[in-house]
């Protein structure tokens, strides 16, 4: 005969709650549109290095925070279990550390790129 064992539920705690929705904006791509040059100049983007690719679609997760100035160029990326986000030339976008995404390139992007 098989003893019965009772399952308790556990349910997370507030603050338990409130450390995972943290987690979850933390893995947010922010974009500011048409930044100023004085916002450029002042985070030295002209001096970052570039990076570019035609158009593909390919998985990619940052290891490091990245922040990035589009020259010329439209893709959509889109974290793992969220929402598409489109960024294209003009624009000026910060990944977090850890975000795993998939970049859908719709048009060959040309970027200054800074990891931080």
């Known amino acids: 005969m098989l003893a019965s064992r009772s399952v308790v ?3 997370p705690s507030r603050a338990q709650v409130q450390v ?3 987690a979850k904006a933390a893995m947010k791509i922010v974009v500011q549109r048409n930044p ?12 970052w290095p570039t990076w570019g690719c035609g158009v593909s679609k390919f998985p990619w997760t ?7 100035y589009v020259l010329e160029g439209d ?3 889109t974290p793992n279990g969220g929402e598409p986000v489109q960024i294209k030339a003009g624009d ?3 990944f977090p550390a850890g975000m795993s995404c998939t ?3 719709k048009s060959p992007i040309n970027k200054h790129y800074n990891f931080h």
């Not at 100023?36 to 001096?47: F, M, Q």
């Not at 940052?62 to 990035?68: D, K, N, P």
Request: charge should be negative; include cysteine; hydrophobic fraction near 40%.
């Open 92 to 94: 000026m976008a910060t």
């Open 20 to 22: 995972r929705a943290s």
């Open 103 to 105: 970049w859908d390139v």
């Open 36 to 47: 100023s040059e004085e916002v450029l100049k002042a985070k030295g983007v002209h001096g």
């Open 75 to 77: 893709v959509i990326v």
């Open 62 to 68: 940052y290891q490091e925070s990245e922040t990035c």
């Open 9 to 11: 539920a556990h349910r």
